[in-house]
T-cell receptor, first 114, second 115 residues
């Protein structure tokens, strides 16, 4: 069964600290892995998209890694800010259809305290 | 930010009412989607469209219907709302079939409550 599991479910850190969010997946055949940020009451916003051949991708203070062999990804946030408080959603796409079916994780709820 | 708009942002209605959730995008994207999201749960695809006059049901069984008469417009209709329809509905769009790697652009959602 194709699944995407994220950990931890929730995380609280102090402003300025770093953190790492995890995503494990069983989706096959793999096409790409995406990280989205969803602020409370808003729609998700794309942070990164990584294909099989990419193992690191950065977007400002966000760095995503992908290990396609172990089917794991992580999202590292550097020097956290209050505005980083949000849900971070891992999404994996397969290549089994023209559409590229998407499998969503349940998200990690990150809270940054001052 | 992406140019995709959903109205209304919040809606409280009684059981049995007919409602239409509006979604419009100005990016000229061929693909559009409707997702349902409950607190702490993953997004579930309920409808999608490849382009004008193309609509398909998604993974989650839904009593809603959609239409795609114009590229930019993808409304979702519930003929008779029930409390089980209470949820957040997210509309999204992406570029055409040329790439698997196109990101989804989401609207800010409609929070529907059926009493």
């Amino acid at each position: 069964k194709n699944q995407v599991e994220q950990s931890p479910q929730s995380l609280i850190i102090l402003e300025g600290k770093n953190c790492t969010l995890q995503c494990n997946y069983t989706v096959s055949p793999f096409s790409n892995l995406r990280w989205y940020k969803q602020d409370t009451g808003r729609g998700p916003v794309s942070l990164t998209i990584m294909t099989f051949s990419e193992n690191t991708k950065s977007n400002g203070r966000y760095t995503a890694t992908l290990d396609a062999d172990t089917k794991q990804s992580s999202l590292h946030i550097t020097a956290s800010q209050l505005s980083d408080s949000a849900s971070y959603i891992c999404v994996v796409s397969d290549r089994g259809s023209t559409l590229g079916r998407l499998y969503f994780g349940r998200g990690t709820q990150l809270t940054v305290w001052p | 930010e992406a140019d995709i708009y959903q109205t209304p942002r919040y809606l409280v209605i009684g059981t049995g009412k007919k409602i239409t959730l509006e979604c419009s995008q100005t990016m000229g994207h061929d693909k559009m989607y409707w997702y349902q999201q409950d607190p702490g749960m993953e997004l579930h695809l309920i409808h999608y469209s490849y382009g004008v006059n193309s609509t398909e049901k998604g993974d989650l069984s839904s009593e809603s219907t959609v239409s795609r008469i114009r590229t930019e417009h993808f409304p979702l209709t519930l003929e008779s709302a029930r409390p089980s329809h209470t949820s957040q509905y997210l509309c999204a769009s992406s570029e055409g079939t040329s790439s698997y790697n196109s990101p989804l652009h989401f609207g800010n959602g409609t929070r529907l409550t059926v009493t």
